[in-house]
């Protein structure tokens, strides 16, 4: 039993805190630094990892922070999107590639911005049918719980 007791035991510290929660807290109080992506591993990425970064900081909050797998995540994304693109566009039979092509090859994706938008565009007409449906059932008296509303016309002069 003494060595079960012996097992569970956490070491802790001399605040009481258990090691763990000391590092934690060490973690915490310390000054964040961003984690840089090391020169070999720079090498293998299609994009600068700085201009990536840039752009990604540019359209976020100045207080967020990008983990290193995400930087080079985002810069390999980024590489598998340009080869697509540029697959898109080996379709065509011309030797030199103009505008008109990588706009051609990148229709796509570009595509899927107004997808969403009619997405949303249809699904809040839908809810005004709905709307509307439910009221029209009311007015011609359709029953709800049991109760039935009469809808009745008042006639003139009688």
Known sequence: MAEEDANDAV???PTGMSEEASEDNQ???APAKEEEVSAEEEARLPFPTAAVVRI???NMDKEKMVRKEV???MNKWL???CAKVAREMNHFPYVMMG???LKEGRRIYEDLEGYEKDKKRVL???EAI????ERLQRDLGKEEDDEVIVVRKKVEGV
């Open 11 to 13: 070491d802790e510290t």
């Open 27 to 29: 973690v915490q109080q």
């Open 56 to 58: 990604m900081k540019a």
């Open 71 to 73: 930087k080079v995540e």
């Open 79 to 81: 590489g598998r999107l």
């Open 99 to 101: 505008l008109n092509e």
């Open 124 to 126: 809040a007409h839908l």
């Open 130 to 133: 709905k709307k509307d449906i």
